[in-house]
């Protein structure tokens, strides 16, 4: 029994023990095979990196962001029998628009794909005059339709809940600016039809630099929050803005079931912060920042995808339960 609620059992979940080498103190750990998707895989990627995976058929799905060779960002569905072994369409989705109305997109980049009653939802940052969340759903992976954007420029990391809650759909984001914004507070909106977005709540700031220096200049949601008997377990990327740059860790909160802009608890230290070659070293250096996470409801595994270094794509894992154990045990 996992502390896990409402996740389907996934026996064919990517998985690795943690390795008994790994003696440090942090729930989660790298897939010995990282990276899993090289930044070459197509003939015209530059880069394969902040990217989405869910379970589909007997096997995956997902959507990839891929910079091209003419460095435009842009999004790509991908398949795979494993979860870690990936074939990317060459050419960007091509969505059709549920309007006439809705303005074209500019550039699509960082995708989440979140399933709720059935259908695939992709959200993403999208360039309208700036970046904002851009929102489209796919039935099958073939054919995807483009909805009103969520929010208005400029905002990024939007990620939706997976269920409804209190009867709405349920929504964080990260208000930011024009460029590579030195600030960021993650926030709740909810809405009655994907469409109309209101009721919005603060749920976290960056927290004091004196006491978790890697989220102390900007946070934002990363995986679609997990449903568990402690709360929606939210894994999200933290900056520290150091001499040489940004740096970009993640680690994990905890928020209240049915308020979820309430942090029931947060984690101090990381869980993952770039360390190994590949994170430290690529078109942006010191880069990890996941966007998916599967989860066996059966046995609380965990398998999540994160960018690394603006570059490639990698698997860590981790159970449910410790994590969630972690956070509790370890409070900003
Ligand atoms: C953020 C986003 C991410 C990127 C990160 C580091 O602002 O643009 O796509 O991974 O910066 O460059």
């Known amino acids: 029994m996992s502390i896990l609620r409402?996740?389907?059992?996934?026996?064919?979940?990517?998985?690795?023990?943690?390795?008994?080498?790994?003696?440090?103190?942090?729930?989660?750990?790298?897939?010995?095979?990282?990276?899993?998707?090289?930044?070459?895989?197509?003939?015209?990627?530059?880069?394969?990196?902040?990217?989405?995976?869910?379970?589909?058929?007997?096997?995956?799905?997902?959507?990839?962001?891929?910079?091209?060779?003419?460095?435009?960002?842009?999004?790509?569905?991908?398949?795979?029998?494993?979860?870690?072994?990936?074939?990317?369409?060459?050419?960007?989705?091509?969505?059709?628009?549920?309007?006439?109305?809705?303005?074209?997109?500019?550039?699509?980049?960082?995708?989440?794909?979140?399933?709720?009653?059935?259908?695939?939802?992709?959200?993403?940052?999208?360039?309208?005059?700036?970046?904002?969340?851009?929102?489209?759903?796919?039935?099958?992976?073939?054919?995807?339709?483009?909805?009103?954007?969520?929010?208005?420029?400029?905002?990024?990391?939007?990620?939706?809940?997976?269920?409804?809650?209190?009867?709405?759909?349920?929504?964080?984001?990260?208000?930011?600016?024009?460029?590579?914004?030195?600030?960021?507070?993650?926030?709740?909106?909810?809405?009655?039809?994907?469409?109309?977005?209101?009721?919005?709540r603060h749920v976290m700031s960056p927290a004091n630099h004196r006491i978790s220096a890697w989220q102390c200049t900007k946070i934002g949601a990363g995986p679609a929050p997990i449903e568990t008997s402690e709360g929606w377990l939210l894994f999200y990327h933290g900056v520290l803005n150091s001499c040489n740059g940004f740096v970009y860790a993640f680690g994990a909160a905890l928020l209240d079931l049915d308020k979820p802009w309430q942090v029931i608890a947060r984690g101090r230290p990381y869980m993952i912060s770039p360390r190994e070659l590949y994170e430290c070293v690529g078109d942006v250096p010191n880069v990890t920042f996941p966007c998916a996470a599967l989860a066996d409801g059966d046995t609380g595994r965990l398998a999540i995808y994160y960018g690394c270094a603006d570059t490639v794509t990698s698997l860590a894992f981790g159970m449910a339960d410790e994590v969630a154990d972690f956070i509790k045990r370890n409070p900003v």
């Open 6 to 200: 409402n996740a389907p059992g996934l026996p064919n979940i990517p998985w690795e023990p943690r390795p008994e080498t790994d003696r440090n103190d942090t729930p989660l750990w790298r897939f010995s095979g990282n990276p899993i998707i090289p930044r070459n895989l197509m003939a015209r990627s530059n880069s394969i990196f902040n990217s989405a995976v869910v379970p589909f058929g007997d096997g995956f799905a997902g959507v990839f962001r891929c910079d091209d060779t003419s460095r435009r960002m842009n999004i790509h569905v991908g398949r795979s029998a494993d979860g870690i072994d990936w074939k990317i369409e060459d050419d960007p989705i091509e969505f059709a628009k549920v309007s006439p109305d809705l303005p074209d997109s500019e550039y699509k980049y960082d995708p989440r794909v979140v399933p709720i009653d059935g259908r695939w939802y992709v959200i993403w940052c999208n360039g309208y005059r700036g970046p904002c969340i851009g929102l489209g759903y796919t039935d099958d992976f073939k054919k995807f339709h483009m909805m009103e954007n969520a929010t208005m420029p400029y905002n990024r990391n939007g990620v939706l809940f997976p269920r409804r809650i209190n009867g709405r759909y349920a929504l964080l984001t990260r208000p930011s600016d024009a460029g590579h914004t030195p600030f960021g507070d993650i926030v709740y909106s909810e809405s009655p039809d994907l469409e109309f977005w209101g009721r919005h």
